[in-house]
């Protein structure tokens, strides 16, 4: 058997598919994880950091002295101590042309950027003592004038967010077709809104943390990293602090929540690193919760103008739409903070047939903390504005929301489309969803309900919303932008002695399940069963180089790598068992643990035989036989530069018009990931992913005065979902595999939080409809909905 | 200054002199290495760091280690070792209840103690007893759906002869 003519993956797949367990989830149920907060090195030092306690200023003097006297202190540390260690980093990117962001360094320099900018750097024996320290560092700021809103940011005599800049924009872009005007003028109707989305952040439950290791004597630095990309890091780490490559290596052990906050270069974690090859030994940094909300990338704050432009029959014929966002005071680096709102004006009206489009965007400096890519990276507002715009021309035209969207999404028997901002779709399923989707909620009953309850002053409200999302990216997400991002992931599986396998890969693992699937992909290809298949991911040194976790690539890029490099080695195997047994390799199988004749299956010998011949008795092998048990590839996503998914959500509230509070009753996702890989971790996903939608447009929301000042960053102040506001989560799929991978699986680590918030505020505005009022602003607080009903 | 504390930690007699301002957080994690308890907010919002004192769950990280003294202290580490929540291990294991495994050591004891105080919750009073416990990654269903398969696993051993 050779690598092109083994049968399909379903037909070969006894475990792809299958609901197993997550072997790794034990440890983690007897207080046996290993997190980067948990980790202990001989002469480690903690760190500190003395912050700007105010959003823009020049810095007159810091004063060490009396920190450094303070007990447990072994050093203060401050920009000109670290700075020069470091070559600067810009976070911009080739193909968004025109693009600006100011260098940044390690710590500031002579001015103040934002409220919690660090700006020196205490080393103590202990954390409690460097936090001691930290409150004796004068620090003499001359306070600024700060850029906080967007708007006012790009007015001509507003001052710049960061030195250098010409203006306060970071990006413009505008994307249009050519009868974008003539499909307004010609419109029997056209919907129109103004909508606010509110900063929010990650709120990891195990916060930012880092330990950095530089041993001197044999010039290697080690860095345990709480990220999800340590081969990013470890170029970075290299570049940045003129290192050897192979002197560095990144550990990515177990992480506490990752969701793309954690793959952002920070300054903090340079500060590490930088301290510890100073000072020779390790130094350990892990954020406190009150310092994350003010250094870990925050995201969206978007404010939006849009319109949908319909005939007369409520087909669709154009949007146009105008983004602002409010990005930070630098763009962050490797990934820029463009990616969010570029993703936001390509997504516009994806499910549609819409044939025009006119999006811009503009990015803005603020002296805020920075924005970045965060799970569903511009989805959500995408989805929300061409959603609530949808419902709003379902309402002009008295079409029922389920009735206008089977009007104009993409047909199912369509593809491939190219959407009107320019996406390539391969096959998506929206009709399919839509139905499923109906029948799923038990839709006409819940109208019927939703009528009688309104009889009795109860405000139910439906609301739905289909999405597409991107998974799968290729080079043209970052690495033809000169972004040292990788787009392969690479794999190494070997047969052990034992019989037993390895797989030793690039993508990585913060609880979705990435090993579990991994090992069900690579058992199938050798016979065995999962449990027998051990997965090593997350350090550079003992896996092959790759992008790792992110924007949905695990599965679909990680999988596939993992099924080729399977493959590999089962035609290795197969070529050394023909050689054993006297037979034609094409003859023979892998099945059970063994080598089985293809046709009949009966068993050959065990896996475990051709381990001990191969390792132990490779004399025994005629002449010239290959030995090797051990096979590396590496896999590129080629076709479609991303493989886009779909689905559709569905939201059942109930508002109290009294009070402005809305519960949430039941939400709905119909989910096409192409081929499943394990259904009980996708279904987890997807329920995860709608709670980090449902919170931002719900409760989550990063809150600043005129001043520039974070005024709820505490966990007593910020909400976040909990188990009491979340509803029950009814899950259905339909499976449209991609033609471009053998393995057919596309991403869903994002699905669920692109459309649970449009969801969510379609079935709000149909709760007020009653009552001609309307909400367009997340997170929809009882008081903002109180003041939608004229209340307040 | 420090003060000399006895205590009884996951049924080992502990002798420590700490500072009075150490937490009991701190306390486990870093003189103990007791690691399963875990730090999320330090401000008693989040539950990750729920230990049982005295066979109370309290927040680690409000309660000074100086005040255990004298005490006993079960963790996450004493309960799995103990077999005392193997079935709760086994029901969120079967129902991937839990991703990055942060909150979970948390919402382990905190699911031991809602068991040990309401053998028959519904799911609303799962989902009311969670209140406390922040999981950002699982949405808190496939928790509750462990958490009551639990309660009814327990239920249906007393019934069944044995």
């Known amino acids: 058997m050779t690598l092109q003519d083994t049968n399909t993956a379903a037909a070969r797949a006894p475990h792809i598919g299958q609901a197993h367990r997550r072997q790794t989830a034990r440890r983690h149920l007897a207080g046996r994880g290993r997190f980067v907060s948990d980790i202990v090195l001989p002469r480690m030092l903690h760190a500190a950091f003395v912050r700007s306690p105010m959003a823009r200023g020049r810095i007159l003097e810091i004063d060490t002295r009396d920190a450094e006297q303070s007990p447990g202190v072994v050093r203060v540390f401050t920009a000109r101590d670290l700075n020069p260690s470091c070559k600067p980093w810009t976070g911009t990117l080739d193909h968004f042309a025109t693009m600006v962001s100011a260098p940044q360094n390690i710590l500031a320099e002579e001015e103040v950027l934002w409220a919690g900018h660090p700006v020196a750097m205490v080393l103590a024996r202990t954390r409690a003592e460097a936090e001691d320290a930290c409150e004796l560092v004068m620090l003499d700021i001359e306070e600024g004038e700060a850029c906080v809103d967007g708007h006012a940011a790009l007015t001509g005599d507003a001052p710049r967010a960061a030195p250098g800049l010409d203006s ?109 090859l100073k000072l020779g030994r390790p130094v350990k940094f892990v954020a406190d919760r009150l310092e994350s909300f003010v250094s870990d990338i925050h995201a969206r704050d978007h404010k939006v103008s849009a319109r949908m432009a319909l005939d007369a029959e409520g087909t669709i014929l154009a949007m146009e739409v105008d983004d602002m966002t409010q990005i930070g005071a630098f763009s962050t680096y490797p990934r820029t903070s463009v990616a969010e709102g570029n993703q936001v004006v390509r997504l516009m009206g994806a499910p549609y047939r819409m044939p025009d489009y006119r999006g811009r965007l503009s990015v803005v400096f603020q002296n805020k903390v920075q924005t970045s890519q965060y799970r569903a990276v511009g989805h959500p507002i995408a989805c929300a504005v061409t959603e609530a715009l949808v419902d709003k021309a379902a309402a002009r035209l008295g079409l029922d929301p389920f009735e206008i969207r089977a009007r104009n999404v993409v047909p199912d028997d369509a593809y491939p489309f190219v959407s009107a901002t320019g996406y390539s779709f391969e096959k998506l399923s929206h009709e399919a969803c839509l139905a499923k989707l109906r029948e799923l909620m038990d839709y006409d009953a819940l109208r019927a309900e939703q009528a009688a309850l309104r009889e009795r002053g109860i405000y139910r409200g439906i609301g739905i919303a289909p999405f597409v999302e991107i998974t799968n990216p290729g080079a043209a997400f970052y690495g033809v932008g000169g972004a040292r991002i990788s787009a392969q992931d690479g794999a190494v599986v070997r047969l052990t002695p034992s019989g037993e396998v390895q797989c030793a890969i690039s993508v990585t693992e913060q609880g979705q399940g990435t090993e579990t699937i991994i090992s069900q992909i690579v058992a199938d290809q050798l016979g065995v069963a999962p449990e027998q298949v051990k997965v090593t991911t997350g350090d550079t040194d003992t896996t092959p180089s790759g992008g790792a976790t992110w924007a949905c690539r695990g599965a679909g890029i990680g999988g596939e790598t993992a099924l080729r490099a399977g493959r590999k080695l089962q035609g290795q195997i197969l070529a050394l068992a023909g050689q054993i047994l006297q037979s034609d390799p094409a003859d023979l199988a892998l099945a059970d643990g063994h080598v089985v004749d293809a046709q009949s299956g009966t068993r050959r010998m065990p896996l475990a035989e051709i381990g001990r011949i191969a390792t132990y008795r490779p004399d025994t092998l005629p002449e010239g036989a290959d030995n090797s048990l051990t096979a590396a590839e590496h896999f590129a996503p080629s076709g479609y530069p991303f493989d886009f998914t779909n689905g559709i959500q569905a939201s059942l509230v109930e508002v109290d018009v009294e009070t402005g509070i809305v519960r949430l009753l039941k939400h709905w996702v119909v989910e096409d990931c192409g081929r499943i890989i394990n259904p009980l971790l996708v279904d987890e996903q997807i329920r995860g992913g709608v709670v980090q939608g449902l919170g931002p447009a719900l409760f989550e929301e990063c809150l600043y005065d005129e001043t520039g000042q974070m005024t709820n960053a505490s966990l007593a102040d910020y909400l976040v979902p909990m188990a009491c506001e979340m509803p029950d989560i009814v899950i259905g799929h339909v499976e449209t595999p991609t033609n471009d991978t053998i393995l057919g699986a596309k991403g869903v680590g994002e699905a669920g939080t692109a459309a649970a918030g449009a969801a969510a505020l379609n079935a709000v505005n149909d709760a007020l409809s009653p009552f001609k009022a309307e909400i367009r602003q997340t997170p929809m607080t009882p008081l903002r909905i109180l003041a939608a009903l004229g209340h307040v | 200054m420090t003060m000399d504390i006895e205590l009884t930690v996951n049924g080992e007699h502990v002798r420590e002199s700490v500072e009075p301002r150490m937490s009991l957080a701190d306390f486990l994690r870093e003189r103990l290495q007791l690691t399963g308890t875990h730090l999320g907010c330090e401000m008693g919002a989040c539950g990750a760091c729920l230990v049982l004192l005295s066979g109370k769950p309290v927040h680690a990280c409000l309660v000074l280690a100086v005040q255990a003294a004298g005490e006993t202290v079960e963790t996450i580490e004493g309960l799995s070792e103990s077999g005392a929540i193997a079935d709760l291990q086994a029901a969120f294991h079967d129902r991937n209840a839990l991703q990055c495994g942060f909150c979970t050591t948390g919402m382990m004891v905190n699911a031991h103690a809602l068991l040990g105080d309401n053998p028959a919750p519904e799911r609303a009073e799962i989902r009311d007893a969670l209140s406390g416990n922040y999981c950002r990654c699982t949405g808190y269903e496939a928790i509750v759906d462990a958490i009551d398969a639990t309660a009814r696993k327990r239920a249906s051993d007393v019934e069944a002869p044995a």
């Open chain 1, 168 to 276: 306060n924009l970071c990006f413009q872009t505008v994307l249009e077709t050519m009868a974008v005007d003539a499909a307004f003028a010609g419109a029997a109707h056209v919907v129109e809104g103004d909508f606010t989305f509110g900063r929010h952040t990650a709120v990891t439950l195990e916060p930012r943390s880092v330990v950095a290791d530089f041993d001197a004597a044999s010039e290697q630095l080690t860095v345990h990293h709480g990220t999800q990309t340590p081969y990013q890091f470890q170029d970075i780490y290299a570049r940045h602090f003129g290192l050897a490559e192979s002197r560095v290596r990144v550990i990515a052990p177990d992480i506490g929540g990752s969701f793309g906050m954690k793959l952002h270069l920070y300054n903090e974690e340079m500060a590490t690193v930088a301290a510890s």
